[in-house]
């Protein structure tokens, strides 16, 4: 056998060494899924059994099962239990230490574990999504949080789905934390917290007494109604908006629909004197949205919407803005895993793709030009789970590209302020301001406005957000875009609307 060369043993030894423990009888597809990760990074992994932990109930396996099918889920839930994960032995001592299991030995090295809701048992997630509240994950080190998710839970009627949705930000969690140890980047370090909800001791009462009521009202809900309609509002004025009153206040009007499709994720833009609003437009037979342009008279009257860009894959959130003396827009389109930009050859109606900017599941990329720099503010979904509580942040010289990822992806997880919910609005008061969609309440239930604090290569953060006040006239309090160009502002809300 050939030995290693001097650069491959540099390389080996640059890597990370780490020891993730998992359970020795039951460990599940989501702590496979970490390894897996962690080994795709280039980390010298090994990997250790613990003994003793208690696996789930008969009754939290039969709702599972129950539930897969129900919603015709043919892969395995990252909470399925496997037979083993092998025992993978270290080349050398490790530097980090990651207990998936909740009860390794104590130790030198350094060693990060999970709290679900102040719980060391993933259990715990099943049982509170069943309660129907969102957990919170801290992962600890040496008693203090080093980090913390709070995770998106999209489908809250189902109890496997959503327990889905956080255990895929558990494995965002853990091995972005590995990412920063290796890479020597400081980690948070605040006081382990205790359990954010109250106390949910078993499975089966809290899946009996809510969780089933709940599928079932869900349930009887589709038979009578869409399961999504958006519908758009706007409104022409000259005094301060919704960004500085942190009220939406009144003066709307609805964008009219037919019904049997919706407008929703309004970006208003201004061109040669007129008003212009691009809108997802998305028929519900084909449940494929298209991008649809508004024009607007000289009397603020909206004409007939018109599609002028439609792809093989569904797309959104229309962000038009003009550099270089170009129309551009960036439109939502995870569907196609790729971000793709798009230059106007005859506005508003014709438009032509000009280059992919990121590839992966990108949703709502939000363009802001800081310090010389153009910055783009996205969720990514990750793999699985959900598209709205992870915010990631790239960086271009130009329009173009190349981007480049931050180095602090992600910087947050976060239901309440991860996903853009608008373009970035520049205050009067000299503030940079991101509409952010509050997902507290379940997908599209409320906006937040989160200043930007600090932007640079190293560092981004964000204020904590303050909720948008839907009050007024706006008669759809459930509210997930914000936009404004010039005297027109508009915003979108979700609907009641029974199926015909």
Request: hydrophobic share 40%.
């Amino acid at each position: 056998m050939s030995r290693p060369g001097p650069d491959t043993i540099a390389n080996w030894y640059d890597m990370l060494a780490i020891d993730v423990i998992v359970p020795q009888t039951a460990p599940r597809l989501w702590q496979k899924i970490v390894i897996e990760q962690l080994q795709s990074d280039g980390h010298d992994v090994a990997v250790l059994q613990q003994p003793g932990t208690a696996g789930w109930p008969g009754s939290a396996k039969a709702a599972f099962a129950f539930e897969q099918r129900l919603f015709r889920r043919r892969r395995p839930n990252l909470a399925a239990a496997l037979n083993e994960i092998p025992v993978q032995p270290a080349g050398r001592s490790a530097a980090l230490r990651l207990d998936l299991a909740g009860n390794a030995p104590r130790s030198d090295v350094p060693t990060i574990g999970l709290l679900f809701d102040g719980s060391r048992s993933d259990l715990a997630v099943a049982t509170v999504v069943a309660a129907g509240k969102l957990p919170v994950i801290d992962a600890v080190l040496d008693g203090k949080v080093v980090g913390q998710a709070r995770p998106m839970v999209d489908k809250r009627e189902s109890v496997a789905l959503g327990t889905e949705d956080v255990l895929a930000r558990a494995i965002t969690l853990i091995v972005s934390l590995a990412k920063a140890f290796a890479d020597g980047r400081p980690l948070q370090n605040e006081p382990s917290s205790e359990a954010r909800n109250a106390p949910v001791t078993q499975f089966l009462p809290a899946y009996l007494g809510s969780a089933l009521p709940r599928l079932g009202r869900e349930i009887i809900r589709r038979v009578s109604y869409r399961h999504a309609h958006w519908r758009v509002g706007y409104r022409f004025a000259d005094t301060p908006g919704v960004v500085e009153t942190g009220r939406l206040g009144s003066g709307w009007s609805v964008l009219p629909d037919p019904g049997d499709h919706f407008y929703a994720d309004p970006f208003p833009f201004e061109w040669q004197g007129q008003s212009f609003l691009f809108v997802e437009d998305y028929p519900h037979a084909t449940g494929k949205a298209v991008i649809s342009v508004v024009a607007f008279d000289a009397n603020g009257v909206p004409e007939a919407p018109r599609v002028v860009l439609e792809e093989p894959h569904h797309l959104s959130y229309p962000q038009v803005f003009e550099r270089d003396g170009v129309i551009w827009m960036l439109p939502e389109a995870s569907a196609s895993s790729k971000l793709t930009l798009y230059r106007a050859s005859a506005f508003p109606d014709r438009w032509t793709a000009e280059t992919v900017l990121v590839e992966g599941e990108i949703s709502d990329a939000t363009l802001l030009e800081h310090d010389g720099q153009l910055w783009l503010f996205a969720t990514d979904r990750d793999g699985y789970g959900s598209t709205s509580d992870t915010l990631v942040v790239f960086s271009a010289p130009a329009l173009t590209g190349p981007w480049t990822p931050h180095a602090g992806n992600p910087i947050v997880i976060d239901h309440r302020m991860a996903r853009p919910g608008g373009a970035f609005v520049h205050s009067r008061d000299g503030r940079i301001v991101l509409p952010v969609q509050d997902g507290t309440l379940g997908y599209g239930g409320g906006l937040g406005r989160s200043e930007l604090l600090q932007l640079d290569r190293q560092t981004v953060r964000l204020s904590a957000p303050r909720p948008i006040v839907a009050d007024g006239d706006w008669p759809y309090p459930k509210i997930h875009t914000l936009n404004r160009a010039g005297r027109l502002e508009v915003i979108d809300g979700i609907a009641a609307v029974r199926r015909r």
